[in-house]
């Protein structure tokens, strides 16, 4: 079985602060997707990684994907209430169906 | 386009009571997913279809979980009789490809078992 553990699994700062989610596992995965989810919704994909080592931007959000494929963060820079929200990552290997991380819990206080 | 949709968004049973659960994904997607989410175990995957044929059912709970995907534009998942702890949010969610392509989710269906 895969599993994705996430950390932390809740966090709770103040607008205009920093903060990374980190995404880890013993597996290897060939391809690792972010997701955040709001109250009532399903989850959205915010990016894929496939690289090892690979970094990618999504405004004041930084993606990486660890060089042996086994872990990922999400670093964001100067969070706003907007990005509060849950916040998953999910690993694919082969045609096996997404495995989903435990998540973690932002809120972002004005 | 419209994403994929789910119905009910809230179901209220009675423990013993069948329920189902219906999803249309998004046209021209090939596969689709049964996610059941709560807080104890996170998002979990119930079973997935490519190409209308069940390719992992592993994570059907038991017995009392069946899902269907009659056709392309259609997908039920049924649970008889219902318990307490099937209590959940269950998620729908399709992609065009296969199974690690990007997931597009509807909004769920609460499910509450008195």
């Known amino acids: 079985t895969q599993l994705l553990e996430q950390s932390p699994q809740f966090l709770s700062i103040q607008e205009g602060e920093n903060l990374t989610v980190y995404c880890n596992s013993s597996?290897?995965?060939?391809?690792l997707q972010w997701y955040r989810q709001e109250p009532g919704e399903g989850p959205v994909l915010l990016v894929t990684?496939?690289?090892?080592?690979e970094v990618k931007k999504l405004k004041r959000l930084t993606f990486q994907f660890g060089d042996a494929r086994k872990d990922s963060s999400l670093h964001i820079t100067a969070a706003q209430p907007g990005d509060t929200g849950l916040y998953l990552c999910?690993?694919?290997?082969?045609?096996?169906?997404?495995?989903f991380g435990s998540g973690t819990r932002l809120q972002v206080q004005p | 386009d419209a994403g994929v949709i789910q119905s009910p968004r809230h179901e209220v049973t009675e423990m013993g009571q069948e329920v189902t659960l219906r999803c249309k994904p998004i046209?021209?997607?090939?596969?689709l997913f049964w996610y059941r989410q709560t807080m104890m175990r996170g998002l979990e995957l119930l079973i997935y279809?490519?190409?209308?044929?069940?390719?992992?059912d592993s994570g059907m709970p038991e017995d009392r979980f069946s899902a269907k995907m009659p056709n392309a534009s259609f997908s039920t998942l049924k649970i008889q009789p219902s318990e307490p702890r099937d209590s959940a949010v269950y998620f729908c969610?399709?992609?065009?490809?296969?199974?690690?392509?990007?997931?597009?989710f509807g909004s769920g269906t609460q499910l509450s078992v008195l």
């Open positions: 969610a399709s992609s065009q490809g296969y199974s690690n392509e990007k997931l597009f």
């Open positions: 597996s290897v995965f060939s391809s």
């Open positions: 990684v496939v690289t090892g080592g």
């Open positions: 999910a690993g694919g290997t082969g045609r096996r169906a997404l495995t």
């Open positions: 046209s021209g997607h090939n596969s």
């Open positions: 279809f490519n190409n209308n044929v069940p390719i992992d």
